[in-house]
């Protein structure tokens, strides 16, 4: 199979070499814009500015802490698709792509009809015990895992179905019970998918926006995470909103290069 | 084209630029009928304004188009500075309405905007939701940590008239979100999820069923002054006059009816 794939590289059809150098434009041009008018002579200033740290390490934290969700629930889910008989099982595989396409600003407002004051179950926690769960950084989490499970859910989803499932069955049989068999044969199978999808779920938490600044708002030190920081310093400082999009560009291309090698087989 | 599979890839390209192809030549249909139907002002303009505009400047359009038929007026809105931004990168924009004389001073400095006029006034309220469940009376209250308030971004027009009052009155207001418009700012107090924000009276006005307003005596002092100009490149200026004209004459009524102050 290589050996073919090797050869058709040699002599790629023009009518697919031409699209595809566009492509690379069209991603590459863009940012190298960004590079371009970025104002150097301020970056250091602008990156050292009051509260860009704290918005950046907030990013790290809550990007990291939605991914630790996501593996959590995340994987139980897809082991109930790829695994289970369960009646609904293809309208669930449905629900878990839709906030894949829905535009994260309407994640935000549906994270408050379930979880604001007023929302169906926040009413009861704000009545009873006086939670409230917008604004804070617990809705930050909430609204980037509500747009980054699905990464993960598909990512393992797709692994465990394109596992037959025999080495999970010979286990079986040799006597492990259930659980026994999940953690320590379909666990290790799905390993390289489970950390791709851990870092295309961390990638996009940290990376989200629209359902960010609609359900946990925007507070320097609490809820104001990079993305969100980026767009409040487009209203009056487009330079500093180019400075804050690199760092934020390059802090993500450094962890993702970091973590490929070592721990993602699958994204490489 | 020997290449059966090649072309098959190129279908949906092929698709693609005819569906947009069809769509320009609509729009392209649209603008000259429209222009050929009306003998007074035709013509069609971009203005971007303020979101704290954006009721008025609907019923303005409504009412201008009623008039001069021929004349399209697209509107779009958002805070003040980053429209300005955006006609600084090259935004189509033919009218410039800001919320504040900063964002349209860095456009009339740049060159890109001539003369401006201040067309209307606004002053920030205090917004609470229908009924108040907060309790909240006076400008002091907004400082209690265990109220849920928003405010405006400090970059925000809004946010900088914020800063300026609370300086005036000495106290800190205790705020759970910097909102990056006054918009937001509302929405999230109308929807009940803050016992409190502070919005334009105007803003106040455009949801009477579900938001109050308090007054608080620093507001006046504060007041923002609205300036609209036209962008020197726009390529019907014409139109744009008739629009800028009309929001300083006819269109006063409308921008009156909503809360805004006179010039």
């Known amino acids: 199979m290589r050996d073919a794939a090797g050869t058709t590289g040699r002599r790629v059809p023009l009518l697919l070499v031409v699209p595809a150098a566009a492509a690379v434009l069209f991603l590459l041009v863009p940012l190298a814009g960004l590079l371009i008018k970025a104002p150097w002579p301020r970056f250091v200033d602008k990156i050292a500015s009051p509260g860009v740290g704290q918005a950046l390490g907030l990013s790290l934290v809550t990007a990291t802490e939605t991914t630790l969700v996501c593996l959590l629930i995340g994987i139980p889910l897809a082991w109930v698709l790829a695994r289970t008989r369960l009646p609904g099982r293809r309208l669930l595989r449905v629900l878990v792509t839709v906030p894949l396409i829905l535009p994260p600003v309407v994640g935000g407002v549906a994270l408050y009809s379930a979880l604001g004051r007023q929302g169906v179950l926040g009413r009861w926690l704000y009545d009873w015990w006086g939670v409230s769960i917008p604004f804070t950084h617990l809705a930050v989490v909430l609204a980037q895992t509500f747009v980054a499970l699905p990464f993960l859910i598909l990512s393992v989803d797709g692994a465990l179905r394109s596992s037959r499932g025999e080495l999970e069955e010979a286990s079986a049989t040799l006597g492990a019970d259930r659980w026994t068999t999940f953690r320590r044969v379909t666990l290790p199978q799905i390993g390289p998918a489970v950390g791709a999808g851990a870092v295309l779920a961390w990638a996009r938490a940290l990376g989200e926006f629209g359902a960010t600044i609609t359900f946990a708002g925007s507070l320097p030190g609490r809820t104001e995470t990079m993305p969100v920081r980026v767009y409040t310093e487009l209203i009056d400082d487009y330079d500093g909103t180019i400075v804050l999009s690199l760092l934020l560009l390059a802090v993500a291309v450094i962890v993702l290069i970091a973590l490929r090698g070592r721990w993602v087989q699958g994204l490489s | ?263």
């Open chain 2, 1 to 263: 084209m020997s290449r059966p599979r090649g072309v098959a890839r190129l279908v949906p390209v092929v698709l693609a630029l005819a569906l947009t192809g069809c769509a320009s030549s609509a729009a392209d249909d649209t603008t000259s009928s429209g222009g050929a139907s009306s003998s007074s002002a035709s013509g069609e303009i971009n203005v971007f304004a303020a979101a704290s505009l954006k009721e008025s400047f609907e019923t303005i359009k409504t009412d201008l188009q009623k008039r001069d038929p021929g004349l399209t007026i697209n509107l779009q809105y958002g805070a003040s500075g980053q429209l300005a931004t955006q006609i600084q990168q090259g935004a189509p924009a033919d009218v410039f309405a800001s919320a504040d004389e900063t964002s349209m001073k860095t456009l009339t400095d740049a060159g890109i905007v001539g003369a401006s006029t201040v067309f209307a006034t606004n002053r920030l309220q205090i917004v609470v939701p229908k009924g108040n469940p907060g309790k909240v009376t006076k400008l002091a209250d907004l400082a209690d940590p265990k109220l849920t308030v928003v405010t405006c971004a400090e970059a925000a027009a809004c946010g900088k008239t914020q800063k300026k009052i609370e300086a005036k009155a000495g106290i800190t207001i205790s705020s759970d979100s910097q909102e990056p418009d006054v918009k937001s700012v509302l929405q999230k107090v109308a929807m009940g999820e803050a016992d409190a924000g502070l919005v334009y009276v105007t803003d106040v006005k455009s949801q009477p069923d579900k938001v109050e307003g308090i007054d608080f005596p620093e507001a006046a002092e504060f007041g923002n002054q609205y300036p609209i100009g036209i962008v020197k490149q726009a390529p019907d200026p014409a139109a744009a006059k008739v629009f800028v004209d009309y929001v300083t004459g006819e269109g006063q009524q409308a921008l009156q009816t909503r809360g805004f102050g006179k010039p």
